[in-house]
């Protein structure tokens, strides 16, 4: 079992393409997420993905993961803006995490995101520090829909890192409705266009795209240009999330499915829950056995 454990629903930015259902939650004290750390290990947790908000706002964030590493869960993952990286990396240096994924639209400010040269300057300082053979480092990027060569920017710089790059289609925007940059909403040759380039990029940098960038083109084919949906879901069985509250719920939509009828719920939002490797693996599988 996997957990994705939204951590906090504070952060110290305010990106118009957010989805946080849980930035107005309040958080469990330290103490509670012991326990729930406790409970989890008990149960045979093999994965937490700590996200948010911002994970590193917590004050007791590395109290909880090693904690979480003492209990024997060998997979502790974060996803985090960057921003503060420098402030905590005698902490995540030290730390057990076994993964971080870092927000970087491209490298240079955009309508999505700035403070684009501290946070480059953050990676540069973590990839410097961070043992790169127990902790892999992946940028990964929401794209702008209309400008999908400025991804090239961030999987360059990830190139030079020596680290991994993956992308997310955005699927919720503060200040747009979801159909300016909905990939379903756009026609097929349009859509078809940004799939081509997509591959045209996984080919030209296999060895710096992350298997996710790879996951997301052949599910993203599958889904908008032949409607071709997953059978079979994980949610409450391979993998839950946690509210930063310490709510349990099946997936982001549901807090427990009552069917496993994937008709009745699935969107292009669910793309990016997919992020494990084995996971992902699981579903592309069962996609290909439904084929065949």
């Known amino acids: 079992m996997e957990y994705i454990w939204n951590i906090t629903g504070r952060c110290n930015l305010s990106c118009e393409y957010c989805w946080d259902r849980f930035k107005l939650e309040n958080e469990m004290p330290t103490e509670a997420a012991l326990i729930l750390i406790d409970q989890l290990a008990t149960e045979g947790c093999e994965t937490i993905i700590f996200t948010g908000g911002e994970p590193l706002i917590r ?4 109290n909880i993961v090693s904690h ?5 869960i060998k997979n502790l993952k974060i996803c985090t803006n960057g921003l503060l990286i420098k402030k905590r990396i005698h902490d995540l240096v030290d730390s057990a995490i076994t993964e971080i994924h870092i927000s970087l639209d491209d490298t240079i400010n955009t309508k999505f995101r700035n403070n684009i040269d501290i946070l480059k300057e953050n990676i540069r300082l973590l990839v410097e520090r961070v043992n790169l053979e127990s902790c892999k480092i992946v940028l990964v990027s929401v794209l702008d829909m209309e400008a ?3 991804f090239e920017n ?6 030079s890192l020596g680290i991994k790059s993956s992308f997310q289609f955005p699927s919720l925007l503060k200040h747009r409705t979801l159909s300016e940059y909905a990939v379903s909403n756009y026609k097929e040759d349009k859509t078809r266009e940004i799939i081509e380039k997509l591959n045209k990029l ?3 940098y296999t060895g710096t795209l992350d298997f996710f960038s790879k996951f997301y083109i052949d599910k993203s084919q599958k889904f908008y240009l032949e409607g071709i949906k997953p059978q079979l879901c994980g949610a409450g069985k391979q993998f839950k999330v946690i509210s930063p509250s310490g709510e349990l719920w099946d997936c982001y939509h549901k807090k ?3 069917s496993d009828d994937i008709d009745s719920c699935f969107s292009e939002q669910c793309l990016i829950w997919t992020r494990s490797d084995n996971r992902a693996k699981r579903i592309i599988n069962l996609i290909n056995a439904k084929q065949g």
């Open 59 to 62: 004050k007791d964030f590395f």
């Open 154 to 159: 961030v999987v360059e710089f990830a190139e």
């Open 256 to 258: 427990q499915r009552k």
């Open 202 to 204: 996984y080919s030209k």
């Open 148 to 150: 999908i060569e400025r």
């Open 68 to 72: 979480a590493s003492q209990k024997g």
